[in-house]
């Protein structure tokens, strides 16, 4: 594997991985991964091509979250109100999505994704309305408007892809496209509230598989956040209030739901290692047959790249995944789901079936939130297999 020394925007040198192999070595790589791969030579090759092409995004990431950090500056209300974070995706998201999407490896987008949470739903517009007045320096290569267009299971957030355009000896990574998302803060709930859950019940329900009775609650839930923010209702969902918060108010009582949202926060233990942290990555591991949250920091990229290669080598049935965030207090913001942290979704939820109008900047009735009863959790495992 080869490297290069680059000197990044923060005038730190850094090991980055260069792209080494061919679009038809990569199409061809993506083409098996779709597949089951045996153990062998053919295995060991197909991988370290694979590897190679992800980690190569880190660079392009790391440069279009740069700019996007530089622009949501200009959109923050308050020092803390904007977040900008970045991941690589894990292999087996992207082998799950080369079976069920028409791109190739070579061709996928999202391999480095970018996200920016902002305060309200204006900001959003108009981060949005800049990048297409040519805010970025890389060339535009399509976006998705799940604002206006929400999907069926009630993601809204809103997508734009970047090719990375480079100068000099960072040419090299021209070929690389890099997802940049933007979305609000209730809409963040919204999506790392379904993830948490999904972790939690061993299901896909960010891809839309698992418990219909949890999938429709999020999707009604969805439908409460875009009136919030005059925004268009998920499809299927009712306009008219009663009849949205009855069936809700009936989910809800079916599965337990606002309960079970509260006892996840109490009931994850949490090995936290980032306190005065100094690092910009860190490996966010959740270990469901553990039900633990593992947080590993690191200053410099290619030991966590080599990491977390590892870890999907040796663990994989655990969810792992590299990030990259300028402060460490972020990670949590930014990642709520890996730590079960689905406090304020579980607010929303409860004044929705209270009957109590929902109010913005999480300012719900402090009634809506009630102590975890621990009665139930007699044992983690035991309360584990709880509300499934």
């Excluded at 355009?165 to 040419?171: K, L, N, P, T």
């Excluded at 972020?330 to 730590?339: C, I, M, V």
């Amino acid at each position: 594997m080869q490297f290069l020394c680059i000197m990044d925007d923060l005038s730190e040198m850094a090991d980055l991985v260069v792209p080494e192999y061919s679009k038809s070595e990569i199409v061809a790589v993506g083409k098996a991964l779709k597949g089951n791969v045996s153990y062998g030579d053919e295995a060991v090759r197909i991988f370290r091509i694979a590897h190679n092409w992800r980690e190569a995004h880190l660079l392009p990431m790391r440069r279009i979250r740069r700019e996007l950090t530089d622009a949501a500056k200009g959109m923050r209300r308050s020092p803390l109100s904007a977040v900008t974070a970045a991941r690589i995706k894990r292999m087996k998201s992207i082998r799950k999505k080369l079976r069920t999407s028409p791109y190739t490896l070579y061709q996928m987008q999202d391999i480095g994704g970018c996200r920016g949470i902002l305060n309200s739903i204006s900001e959003v517009h108009d981060l949005i309305k800049r990048y297409k007045d040519g805010l970025s320096r890389h060339g535009w290569h399509g976006d998705y408007n799940y604002i206006d267009s929400p999907k069926n299971d009630g993601y809204r957030s809103y997508h734009l892809i970047l090719k990375f355009s480079g100068y000099g000896a960072e040419e090299i990574y021209n070929r690389q496209r890099i997802e940049v998302q933007l979305r609000t803060k209730l809409q963040h709930v919204w999506a790392t509230a379904i993830e948490a859950a999904g972790l939690v019940r061993g299901e896909d329900l960010k891809g839309g598989t698992g418990s219909a009775d949890w999938l429709r609650l999020f999707q009604i839930m969805s439908s409460e956040f875009a009136i919030l923010e005059n925004c268009p209702l998920v499809p299927g969902v009712s306009e008219n209030e009663a009849e949205r918060r009855d069936e809700l108010r009936h989910l809800n009582n079916r599965l337990g739901a606002a309960e079970n949202l509260n006892n996840w926060n109490a009931a994850i233990q949490c090995t936290d290692q980032i306190k005065n942290s100094s690092a910009k990555f860190f490996i966010i591991q959740y270990d469901n047959e553990a039900k633990s949250v593992t947080v590993r920091p690191s200053t410099k990229f290619l030991s966590s790249a080599a990491d977390l290669i590892r870890e999907e080598e040796d663990h994989g049935s655990r969810d792992t995944v590299l990030v990259e965030l300028d402060r460490a207090q972020d990670l949590k913001s930014a990642y709520p789901n890996y730590f079960l942290d689905v406090r304020e979704f579980g607010e929303y939820l409860a004044d929705a079936v209270a009957g109590r109008k929902l109010i913005l900047n999480s300012q719900q009735s402090s009634a809506s939130v009630t102590a975890p009863d621990m009665s139930k959790i007699r044992s983690l495992l035991g309360w584990w297999k709880f509300g499934k």
